[in-house]
């Protein structure tokens, strides 16, 4: 019994150690972020969310009433601006409201927008992929401490297609469906 209790507090001491070193890690991150962007004269208000990616940290932020993205890579052991834009404005009544970016110093596309309607659970992205074969791919939605809902889809290489984004119910029921849209 004393050595399950043991156990079972040393697991505990491990779990909160790593997840102490993970927040530890995601503030330098962001300290580094905002240090790289006033290098680039560019000001960030706040940033909402850090997404580790292969090419480097994709991170959304604030600037000027909107939701930018941007992304950053470790280079030499210094953070080098790969590319920061685009932006959804926080003041739209669109629900859906999305936009794209292309980073091509990395052949990386994103499609990006604000959830605003809880009606919303799911959001999928249809593009017309390669040899205009029709492709949809859930995004991944993320909520910020301050309740924003960023939904966003990573692809490969640039986006030359037509893409819809539909925004679907918790029962499956499509609720919003933009107007195809040429990148």
């Known amino acids: 019994m004393k050595k399950k209790l043991f156990l079972i507090g040393l697991l505990c001491l491990v779990i909160i150690y790593v997840c102490s070193q993970n927040e530890s890690n995601e503030k330098r991150i962001k300290e ?28 959304f932020y604030e600037q000027d009433g909107g939701v930018n993205a941007g992304l950053v890579k470790d ?15 926080l003041n739209t009544g669109n629900d859906l409201h999305y936009c794209a970016l292309h980073f091509s110093d990395v052949s990386l596309s ?3 927008g604000i959830n605003k309607d809880p009606e919303i659970e799911r959001v999928v992205v249809e593009t017309s992929g390669i040899k205009g074969i029709k492709q949809e791919k859930q995004a991944k939605i993320i909520q ?27 029962s499956g029921k499509i609720f919003f469906l933009s107007k195809p849209e040429k990148l």
């Open 32 to 59: 580094q972020i905002f240090l790289v962007m006033q290098e680039e004269n560019l000001k960030v208000n706040k940033i909402y969310h850090l997404e580790l990616i292969k090419n480097g940290v994709l991170f």
């Open 75 to 89: 280079v030499r052991g210094g953070w080098k601006c790969v590319m920061a834009g685009g932006r959804v404005d």
């Open 110 to 112: 994103l499609i990006y």
């Open 144 to 170: 910020t401490e301050g309740g924003l809902r960023i939904w966003f889809n990573l692809y490969s290489g640039p986006l030359n297609s037509q893409i819809k984004v539909i925004g679907h119910t918790k």
